[in-house]
């Protein structure tokens, strides 16, 4: 396990964006929050590889559609990341996908959790989320 408890957080929502950063640090966790695809993206190509194993954040939480480049697309560049391949990916959003759509973000992403919007309340999500990193963390 790192050494820190950083989590990405990607949310186009301002409002949403607020919620999920407040729901991390009441969780001791500290957010690195993007408002979009772009900035997650840059970040990535950037900061990703000056990184040490234990600054790396050990989860992200991805809101499927954004602005820019889509969550799935951000948690595939992730994946194909040797530094952060394993990181929990959780994806989150607020429209009906149909199978098609669920089988490209399945083989883009490799998601360890789909959340549906509107968010579950803080205690279930934090429970939905620590099953699936104590499953990455496990495999």
């Known amino acids: 396990m790192k050494g820190n408890r ?3 957080v990607v949310e186009d929502e301002p409002s949403l964006r607020q919620m999920l950063t407040a729901m ?3 969780w001791d966790v500290v957010p690195l929050v993007f ?3 772009n900035q997650a993206m840059s970040w990535i ?3 990703v590889e000056g990184l040490s194993d234990d600054d790396l954040p050990e989860l992200a939480l991805l809101d499927i559609r954004l602005p820019g480049p889509h969550g799935h697309e951000i948690a595939e560049r992730l994946r194909h990341n040797p530094k952060t391949a394993d990181m929990t990916l959780i994806m ?3 429209y009906r996908i149909d199978a098609i759509e669920q089988e490209q973000i399945e ?3 490799k998601p360890d959790l789909l959340i549906k919007k509107p968010l579950p309340m803080p205690d279930a999500m934090k429970n939905m989320i620590d099953k699936a990193r104590d499953a ?3 495999a």
Do not use: H, Q
């Open 6 to 8: 950083t989590w990405i």
């Open 24 to 26: 991390l640090l009441y």
């Open 35 to 37: 408002a979009d695809g």
């Open 45 to 47: 190509e950037t900061a």
């Open 92 to 94: 989150m959003t607020a």
């Open 107 to 109: 083989k883009m992403a």
């Open 136 to 138: 990455r963390l496990s």
